[in-house]
């Protein structure tokens, strides 16, 4: 019962981390990409306050303990979350940016690319890979190419600029997973996380923005919906889902999010695919999927 009940709190999140893509495409038509993401993370913050009183302290710390001692994290998850906020800065700047020149359902399948790229890029600090590897990754590559190259072997800017997100989101994993080996609290490390990809995005509104209230008003709800639910109320989804799911089952259902995100942009917004496009979106998903699927060692 519990099993099930994980499995469908993860492909909840799948479906809201999929459908998100959407909302940002659609946030696109009335503010800039890093106005977008300064407001959306800065939602984000705000909801994960309640969540870090609830879930970031032992139970028998929570009544001699302030607010605001429960939201201050320890000195390995302040620095686990400095540094996977700058990862995932710069991944959702790329992201957001490469959405104003791509489609919502390209954007989530090459995004899932990172499902590969995490054991491509640990196996340079010292990770062993396995050898279903070596057919994911081109399988991966060839539904990329079929997804995105154009005649003349180009591809655009905006795709190019959404698989480099899908390289720094890779390294945020590889981060947070590292960190957590050494004890960090995954739930204030989603809060400083956040909070320095606000900064990030700020800073960068700041310099090249110049956001007027009317146009927030006008994305509210682009903003809300991935504000609030896919980093906000997802991120909780996904903490809860895993506790009762073993790590390549959870991984697996949340690949889901680029089929998701696929079937929002061509449900809400009308997107198309040729069959050229739709043949990579398969084979990269496959890829993904293999990737996921643990092989028994003989015994």
Known sequence: MEKAKGNLLLLLTALIWGSAFVAQSVGMD???????????????????????????????????????????PDPVTLKAGVLCGIWMGIASILQQVGMVMTTAGKAGFITALYIILVPILGRFLGRPVRKIMLL???????????????????????????????????????????????????????????????????????????????????????????????????????????????????????????????????LLLGETMTGKELTGCVLVFVAVLLAQIPIKKRT
């Open 30 to 72: 009335y503010i800039g990409p890093f106005t977008f993401s300064a407001v959306r993370n800065l939602i984000a913050i705000l909801v994960l306050i309640p969540v870090v009183w609830v879930f970031g302290c032992p139970r028998e710390e929570k009544n001699r303990l302030t607010p605001c001692e429960r939201l201050k």
């Open 136 to 266: 994911c990754v081109p399988m991966a590559l060839v539904g990329f190419y079929l997804l995105c190259v154009k005649g003349g072997f180009s591809i655009s800017f905006g795709d190019f600029l959404i698989f480099l997100c899908a390289i720094f989101f890779a390294g945020q994993i590889l981060t947070i997973d590292h960190f957590l080996l050494l004890g960090a609290s995954s739930v204030k490390l989603a809060w400083v996380q956040f909070a320095v990809t606000f900064v990030i995005s700020a800073v960068l509104t700041v310099l090249f923005e110049k956001p007027v209230w009317e146009a927030l008003w006008e994305a509210r709800w682009a903003l809300l919906y991935t504000g609030m639910l896919s980093s906000g109320v997802a991120y909780t989804l996904q903490i809860v889902g895993q506790k009762y799911t073993e790590p390549t089952t959870a991984t697996l259902i949340m690949s889901l999010e680029s089929v998701f995100a696929a079937l929002s942009g061509w």
